[in-house]
């Protein structure tokens, strides 16, 4: 079955401490997104690739970073900097174009204490 | 600044009983209107997109339109398996930005017997 794994469900970790999000999909899709979702918040941008080694920042992306070496894997990177990590992020895919629609992943709770 | 407003926050109601779901938008030359539905925990699912005014689209029970301003989702005669977040989310014409898409807040929805 085609579609977006993302790993780990649930990650806690440290404050101070860099964690990466795993991002992957089968669905031959050339772009691919991440979201963070916050209670009471719609969905917002962190950042987004087109292409393989090529990606852009989004609307919130201080605090993160992003490698798209393959065209399967989306890894995002949340590092120390980040001022208020614990969200809810999702990962999402599309085939690049105007108006089409993004597929999601089951997305990452990350707790930072 | 594309905007996306989504009414109400909340809404119970019960088996059967038919409601509406509001999304008022401002956005720069649409490009698409999308709409998702989220369970607790899990990623958002794709239902529908809509281009242009005047269109509408159906999937069991729910029924997506759209005017030039806002877009309504219609379930008729719900059952508690419709219990969910709908997420409305539109694509602006603006060059550049990838595929980005501008989510609403999300309407909750809950269906009781």
């Known amino acids: 079955d085609g579609g977006i794994t993302q790993s780990p469900k649930y990650l806690f970790r440290k404050e101070g401490q860099n964690v990466t999000l795993s991002c992957e999909q089968n669905?031959?899709?050339?772009?691919m997104y991440w979201y963070r979702q916050d209670p009471g918040q719609g969905l917002r941008l962190i950042y987004y690739?087109?292409?393989?080694?090529?990606?852009q920042k989004g609307d919130i992306a201080e605090g993160y970073s992003v490698s798209r070496e393959k065209k399967e894997s989306f890894p995002l990177t949340v590092t120390s900097a980040q001022k208020n990590p614990t969200a809810f992020y999702l990962c999402?895919?599309?085939?690049?174009?105007?108006?089409?629609?993004?597929?999601f992943g089951p997305g990452t709770r990350l707790t930072v204490t | 600044e594309d905007q996306v407003t989504q009414s109400p926050e909340a809404l119970r109601l019960q088996e059967g009983e038919s409601s509406s779901l509001n999304c008022s938008y401002t956005?720069?030359?649409?490009?698409?209107l999308f709409w998702y539905r989220q369970d607790p925990g899990k990623g958002p699912e794709f239902l529908f997109t809509?281009?242009?005014a005047g269109e509408e689209k159906e999937k069991e029970r729910l029924k997506a339109t759209l005017t030039k301003k806002e877009s309504f989702l219609h379930i008729t005669a719900p059952k508690p398996e419709d219990s969910a977040t709908y997420l409305c989310?539109?694509?602006?014409?603006?060059?550049?930005?990838?595929?980005?898409?501008?989510f609403g807040t999300g309407t909750q929805l809950k269906v009781e017997l």
């Open positions: 690739s087109q292409i393989v080694n090529d990606f």
């Open positions: 999402a895919s599309s085939i690049p174009g105007t108006s089409m629609q993004q597929y």
């Open positions: 669905l031959n899709h050339d772009a």
């Open positions: 989310a539109v694509r602006s014409g603006v060059t550049g930005g990838g595929n980005k898409l501008t």
């Open positions: 809509l281009y242009s």
């Open positions: 956005v720069s030359g649409l490009r698409g």
